[in-house]
């Protein structure tokens, strides 16, 4: 499966955001997602993850109660909302897919291009 994030932007602290990740390929609706954040100096970090029916989902502490992730099976596409962005939240974000369907903290195998989210103060 090949994944494309897209939706990054500067925006102000308070702002909201929403990303999107578009994949292709017809098993889309079978894979797990997440999405996954690094910020300048720092290793990637786990933000969201949803399973293969979006029944389950998982949150970093970080970004808990703040953003949300969703799908749509039919648009072969997983969304993260981001609501009451902070500076903190500046960092490339990518989504990525998990054969197993799951809603996985780490162990993912195909990982998208990043998109650019600049959070300013």
């Known amino acids: 499966v090949q994944l494309q994030a897209f939706g990054g932007g500067l925006v102000q602290a308070g702002d909201s955001l929403r990303l999107s990740c578009a994949a292709s390929?017809?098993?889309?609706?079978?894979?797990?997602m997440g999405w996954f954040r690094q910020a300048p100096g720092k290793e990637r970090e786990f933000v969201a993850a949803?399973?293969?029916?979006?029944?389950?989902?998982d949150y970093a502490d970080s970004v808990n109660r703040r953003f949300t992730i969703s799908r749509d099976n039919a648009k072969n596409t997983v969304y993260l909302q981001m609501n009451s962005l902070k500076p903190e939240d500046t960092a490339v974000y990518y989504c990525a897919a998990d054969a197993t369907g799951r809603e996985i903290r780490a162990g993912y195998d195909y990982w998208g291009q990043g998109t650019l989210v600049t959070v300013s103060s």
């Open positions: 390929g017809r098993t889309f609706s079978t894979y797990g």
């Open positions: 949803i399973n293969w029916s979006g029944r389950i989902t």
